[in-house]
């Protein structure tokens, strides 16, 4: 859900009233397209919580997904280090390009591993920021043993599971395995993307 931050210094003057607006996808992290606001698509985009361009075809406010219905959810928007572009970071609901592509450049957009550095900065808030009614938060206070034995639970749970043909409960034990490793490396003080350059580090000793 889009939360309203101060207002940012963009400086519409530069383009005659007009910037770019650059839309990437807030899961996968893939560029989805670019469009034009001016100062009314800014605020309307802002308070409606869809993104929407000033069309210069069309010479109006354009809301995406306005005739489709493929809208663009807003997650969050910035402006650049000049205060002349904007980044808008949205959920599509549907393919993002008139031609019924998900982009506007015809590149597929189906990965959902981005979701997964959303998931590592809510665990890290859990820890950071401990509420009574967090599952995630009540592990950090139990501590690296209980953290630990938990990741070994559930990395029993999936063998267990892959030795069967039950597609939800494997998928849903790998998720729990997924989730309860990301909290042991966070208990630990360690990154995901640490664990990332060792892979990295190993593969190019192979190549």
């Known amino acids: 859900m889009f939360q309203k931050k101060e207002k940012m210094n963009i400086d519409f003057s530069k383009m005659n009233g007009l910037i770019p ?13 670019q469009g034009y606001m001016n ?16 069309s210069r075809s069309k010479n ?50 189906s990965s959902k591993t981005g979701f997964i550095d959303q998931l590592r900065a809510i665990i890290k808030d859990r820890k950071n920021n401990p509420s009574d009614k967090s599952y995630t938060a009540s592990l950090f206070a139990k501590g690296i043993n209980k953290v630990a034995q938990k990741v070994g639970e559930e990395a029993v749970e999936i063998v267990i599971e892959a030795k069967d043909d039950n597609k939800e409960l494997f ?15 966070e208990a630990k003080g360690y990154e995901l993307d640490e664990v990332m350059e060792v892979l990295i580090e190993r593969h190019s000793k192979k190549s």
């Not at 005739?67 to 997650?75: I, M, P, R």
Request: charged residues 25%; hydrophobic residues 40%.
């Open 21 to 33: 607006a650059i839309v990437q996808d807030a899961v996968s992290g893939k560029v989805l397209m």
């Open 39 to 54: 100062e009314e698509a800014l605020e309307k985009t802002k308070e409606s919580g869809m993104v929407t361009f000033f």
């Open 171 to 185: 998928l849903g034990e790998a998720a729990d395995l997924l989730f309860h490793y990301l909290v042991l490396l």
């Open 60 to 109: 109006r406010l354009w809301t995406k997904g306005e005739t489709s219905g493929n809208f663009l959810e807003l997650v969050s928007i910035a402006g650049d280090c000049d205060g002349d572009s904007i980044l808008v970071k949205a959920n599509p609901r549907g393919p993002v390009c008139h031609t019924g592509s998900d982009t506007c450049w015809d590149e597929e957009n």
